[in-house]
């Protein structure tokens, strides 16, 4: 990152942050701000409702226990492998795209080999961000007490009217929280990317692969310290957003 403040020469220049502003660097982080704000709705939605889903569930249990397990694998699962995984089961020749389009004549690719475009990082990365929603979210959820539910009812609230003045309001910190975590773990993300989309620069962590080996476009090694750079503000804002969040839920934790 300290690269960036610096020219081919080793002197001290502002000129690779300018070049922050050049339409593929600029188009890269918006790319990447879109595939990492678009994985992390989707896959907080989805993962809040399975957790939502579990909560009747008894502790221990075994279906209980085989969610929990499966996401504290799943979330982990990434890289070239989770990419390998895709290619070979929804991958232009793979197994479950050759069942579709032999068996039932359904073409998933009609349009275009969608996988390996950014857009088609969607699914890929829902695999491990709807996991690891659920790893976050489910013990605030489990922290709600039954007391208040009661309380409520007590004083002649319906369950709407607790959902919306209590058990919402307390969950809405820990939902933020945890939609930023995932936001910021897509923005981080680059292995599979580079492994599924490959010569597409349209996020930055790839735009930063290319400027450092790049044999056809040679000098912007100090530019891939500036985006870099970029990268690392973003997280800092980002995390620093999570952690507010994360002590104003603590308070109900206790």
Not at 17 to 30: N, Q
Not at 133 to 154: C, H, K, N, S
Not at 238 to 247: E, H, I, N, Q
Request: with cysteine.
């Amino acid at each position: 990152m300290g690269s960036g403040f610096v020219d081919g020469e080793g002197r001290f220049t502002w000129s690779n942050l300018t070049g922050l502003a050049e339409p593929a660097i600029a188009g890269a982080f918006f790319g990447a701000f879109w595939l990492s704000a678009v994985t992390a709705i989707v896959g907080a939605i989805a993962g809040a409702a399975l957790c939502f889903a579990m909560v009747g569930w008894r502790s221990g249990g075994a279906g209980r226990s085989l969610v929990d397990s499966a996401s504290s694998v799943l979330a982990q699962f990434g890289g070239v492998m989770l990419a390998f995984a895709f290619i070979a089961t929804i991958g232009a020749q793979g197994l479950v795209t050759v069942l579709l389009r032999n068996t039932f004549h359904v073409n998933i690719y009609a349009n275009g080999v969608w996988l390996y475009t950014v857009p088609g990082l969607i699914l890929p990365y829902l695999y491990f961000q709807i996991p690891l929603m659920v790893i976050t979210f489910l013990p605030a959820l489990e922290g709600l007490r039954p007391q208040w539910l009661e309380a409520t009812a007590t004083l002649g609230g319906t369950r709407w009217t607790y959902w919306t003045r209590v058990g919402g309001p307390i969950l809405l910190p820990s939902f933020l929280g945890s939609l930023l975590l995932l936001f910021a773990n897509a923005f981080s993300s680059y292995a599979t990317a580079a492994a599924l989309v490959g010569q597409a620069n349209n996020i930055v962590s790839l735009q930063i692969r290319q400027a450092l080996i790049s044999e056809t476009v040679l000098g912007r090694a100090n530019l891939a310290g500036s985006m870099a750079l970029g990268m690392l503000v973003v997280m800092i804002v980002v995390m620093l957003a999570y952690s507010a969040l994360v002590r104003r839920t603590a308070r109900w934790q206790r």
